[in-house]
T-cell receptor, first 114, second 113 residues
């Protein structure tokens, strides 16, 4: 069975602070894919990043960075120098092989205050 | 292309009534997914189509729920004899087959009174 856990329900930071969102996943499959999605107040989920189980190279894209560690089954997401526009609910998700089903965590609500 | 669209955006219905939602995916996308999202939770998978074929259904999809995608383009999700527990946001997403990137619609918020 697949499961995604986001233990942080809500985080509040002041603008320009760095913030890390945690994600822990469970799966017995050896080939799987991990995702982060953003859901702003308008409601539409927006894809941010994908990582496959064979690629543990961490990535930085602008103010965003991701830390994938298979040893701890974690796929954490960091926003550097947060901005008010980053305020949203962030979801971590897991899918296996042919992307026929996605498993989402319960989300972390990020509040960035000016 | 304007992305995935869903209609209606909001629906209020009385318990016991039937409701139907529509999803129009991105035109070249052959996969279409339905999810349900309740307050404070992430989307839960309900079902998906590849072209017109419904290939997988979640246990969450009780006998009161039915989904169709008759011509492999738009899809409908019908809930019969609605219950208060059906109140949720119903999300539709589309993608190319075997593509990881799903594009989500704005959702239909259902309130059952």
């Amino acid at each position: 069975a697949q499961k995604v856990t986001q233990a942080q329900t809500e985080i509040s930071v002041v603008e320009k602070e760095d913030v890390t969102l945690d994600c822990v996943y469970e799966t017995r499959d050896t080939t799987y894919y991990l995702f982060w999605y953003k859901q702003p107040p308008s409601g539409e989920l927006v894809f941010l990043i994908r990582r496959n189980s064979f690629d543990e190279q961490n990535e930085i894209s602008g103010r965003y960075s991701w830390n994938f560690q298979k040893s701890t089954s974690s796929f954490n997401f960091t926003i550097t120098a947060s901005q008010v526009v980053d305020s949203a609910v962030y979801f971590c998700a897991l899918s296996i092989y042919n992307f026929n089903k996605f498993y989402f965590g319960s989300g972390t609500k990020l509040n960035v205050k000016p | 292309d304007t992305g995935v669209s869903q209609n209606p955006r909001h629906k209020i219905t009385k318990r016991g009534q039937n409701v139907t939602f529509r999803c129009d995916p991105i035109s070249e996308h052959n996969r279409l997914y339905w999810y349900r999202q309740t307050l404070g939770q992430g989307p839960e998978f309900l079902t998906y189509f590849q072209n017109e074929a419904q290939l997988e259904k979640s246990r969450l999809l009780s006998d009161r729920f039915s989904a169709e995608r008759p011509k492999g383009s738009f899809s409908t999700l019908e809930i019969q004899r609605t219950e208060q527990g059906d109140s949720a946001m119903y999300l539709c997403a589309s993608s190319l087959a075997f593509s990881y990137e799903q594009y989500f619609g704005p959702g239909t918020r259902l309130t059952v009174t």
